[in-house]
Each structure stands twice: as C-alpha cells, then as structure tokens.
Nanobody, 126 residues
C-alpha cells in the first residue's frame, strides 16, 4: 500500500504559479498510475490530471489543459503538479492519489483510486 503526503500549496495571485509535490512511501509506488484531484468548498471532488506508471502517458481535465503539467520521478517516489496561469476558480484542496490495486493505467474515476493524501490548500486571489 502507498502512503501519500502532499505539499506546496499556498496563496497566490491570479496568473501566478505553484508546484505541488506528492511524496509517496511504499514499495509499489512505481507500478501505480497516480492522479491529482481537487475539491472546492461546497463542491464534489473532481479529477484534475493523471499519469501512468512510467510517466509517458498523461490525461488532463479540459479546464487545466495547457496550464497544468503532471510529472513523476519513480526514483524519488514523487509526483508533481506544476500549475501555471492560475485562476481564482482553481482554488481548492488538492489531493494526490494512487490507483486502486496499484493499477498502472490512467483513470478519471475517483473510485479507481484507493490511496489518498491529506490534501494541500491552493488559494488563488483575483
């Protein structure tokens, strides 16, 4: 099982950038696809992006395409989310998650993820 800890959130002005990190422990990290999700106040948790186990395949929700980049380094057991051109509507708690059953392929479904971090707050001011 993978344990995940997110960091890097904070307060930024619109148009700014943040880089979130997700540090993983557990021997199966490198075989799991990973995802980032976010949850804004009074809203459901939603898919943001995912990366397959080798890092060669990624998927993004339309609202972040061209602004966010997911990456991973399996030697460092870390996944990153680079967020550029941030908008107020990006404000949310951001969570990283590992695929249920250490599955290596991408998914947008929350129920396909079994291991979640505690989340990191991102606030974008206008």
């Amino acid at each position: 099982q993978v344990q995940l800890v997110e960091s890097g959130g904070g307060l930024v002005q619109a148009g700014g950038s943040l880089r979130l990190s997700c540090a993983a422990s557990g021997r199966t990290f490198s075989s799991s696809a990973m995802g980032w999700f976010r949850q804004a106040p009074a809203k459901e948790r939603e898919f943001v992006t995912a990366i397959n186990w080798l890092g060669g395949n990624t998927d993004y929700t339309d609202s972040v395409k061209g602004r966010f980049t997911i990456s991973r380094d399996n030697t460092k057991n870390t996944v990153w989310l680079q967020m550029n051109s941030l908008k107020p509507e990006d404000t949310a708690v951001y969570y990283c998650a590992a695929r249920r059953g250490d599955a290596p392929w991408l998914s947008r479904k929350i129920t396909d993820y079994a291991n979640w971090g505690q989340g990191t707050q991102v606030t974008v001011s206008s």
